[in-house]
């Protein structure tokens, strides 16, 4: 029998071999150590990738030319909401519910000296986000806008080109409107009592009052609940999800991204037995699936475009399945609750 004592002995190129062999695996093993070591001390995001808490700033708007990340970061990016982008034309941010220009010192009521993007650059911005392949992203330029990393969605205006009455692409690239979602924690606690037991909600506001953001805390506040909660993120706005896992920490819920209502209603109802399905930017076309729902035991968290609750039930009409309407405003910022109303639309 031979040893591997004896093999060293017969073949001193067995010693040479295994010196090397373990050289490469003390290099690896420092490698991967140094790039964790990198990871946790050298990364911006690295409390981000541990604990799931969403950065805001320039680390998901990498997409964007360094010129613009510089002057974002002068601006107060915790109330951060949209950067609007039009082709040779000054860059306009919204903060805090308040629009204002950008220029590279930051935020400023004049249009003077603010950033300008060209068509060039608008192209560019556009293709950076797509991760350089336009293709891959076309089912939802098609739609008007793209979602990235962080739950963020870009507005995209432009030329549209269709044919046979089906739109193939949108091309010379003319307005980008990045839209940045946030976490404001406990947002929707003061209408919990409203909710219980648990009802059917639709939340109305105009674009940019904090629909989403109500939605998205509404998960949170149902957490450990032992409910089964539905999620149908069309946009991945909500739940901002990578690889299976949202960004924004969500858990105790299932979630569908990419999925048109009608599918995710019929499917998730079907597979996984919700108790309640939250969903965002309702139509008048998405009624009929909310009602089928209401009607088979399951609640529904809903939202929709409006000023207020007259507005939305001459859309939808008076007879509803909604219980409690939640009217959202920017009249003293972003997210201000001017209103719980019940189904015959009195104030509670």
């Given amino acids: 029998m031979i040893t591997k004592t004896d093999l060293s002995q017969i ?21 991967n150590y140094y790039r964790l070591l990198n990871f946790y001390l050298f990364s911006p995001d690295w409390y981000h990738k541990l604990f799931f808490i969403p950065i805001n700033y320039n680390m ?10 510089g002057a974002i970061s002068k601006t107060d990016s915790d109330k951060l909401n949209e950067i609007r982008l039009r082709a040779n034309q000054p860059t306009m941010v919204c903060v805090g519910g308040k629009k ?36 891959a992203y076309n089912f939802q330029i098609v739609q008007g806008y793209l979602s990235v990393e962080g739950g963020i969605r870009i507005g995209v205006c432009g030329n549209v080109t269709m044919e046979n ?12 409107n990045i839209r940045i979602p946030h976490i404001v924690k406990d947002c929707s606690k003061p209408v919990l009592k409203h909710l219980k ?27 450990d609940k032992r409910i089964n909660i539905l999620l149908c993120d069309e946009r ?31 499917a998730g109802i079907r597979s996984m037995s ?3 399905i939250i969903c965002d930017e309702i139509l008048p076309s998405d009624m009929p699936y909310i009602t089928a729902a209401a009607q088979s035991g399951v609640n529904v ?22 219980d409690r309407y939640v009217v959202l405003s920017n009249r003293n910022g972003v997210g201000t609750i001017e209103g719980v109303f019940d189904k015959e639309l009195k104030k509670l």
Wanted: with cysteine; proline share 4%; aromatic share 12%.
């Fill in 301 to 322: 968290f809903a939202s929709m475009h409006g000023r207020d609750v007259i507005e939305v039930t001459q859309k939808i009409g008076t007879n509803t399945v909604f």
């Fill in 100 to 135: 204002f220009y950008l220029n590279s010192n930051g935020v400023s009521q004049e249009a003077k000296n603010a950033l300008v993007a060209s068509n060039q650059i608008l192209e560019r911005i556009l293709l950076a986000a797509c991760q350089k392949s336009i293709y």
């Fill in 165 to 176: 009455g089906k739109i193939l692409a949108v091309k010379e690239i003319s307005a980008l």
């Fill in 274 to 276: 919700p108790e309640l």
């Fill in 197 to 223: 037991p648990l009802c059917n909600l639709l939340v109305v506001s105009p674009p940019g009052c904090g629909k989403t953001t109500f939605l998205r805390d509404l998960i949170f506040q149902h957490e």
């Fill in 236 to 266: 991945n706005e909500i739940s901002a999800s990578t690889g299976g896992v949202s960004q924004f920490g969500l858990k105790d819920c299932d979630i569908y991204i990419y999925g048109e209502k009608s599918y995710v209603f019929e």
């Fill in 11 to 31: 073949s001193p190129f067995f010693v040479v071999a295994k010196n090397i062999f373990n050289c490469f695996i003390i290099y690896f093993k420092f490698l």
């Fill in 60 to 69: 998901n708007l990498r997409f964007l030319p360094q010129e613009w990340l």
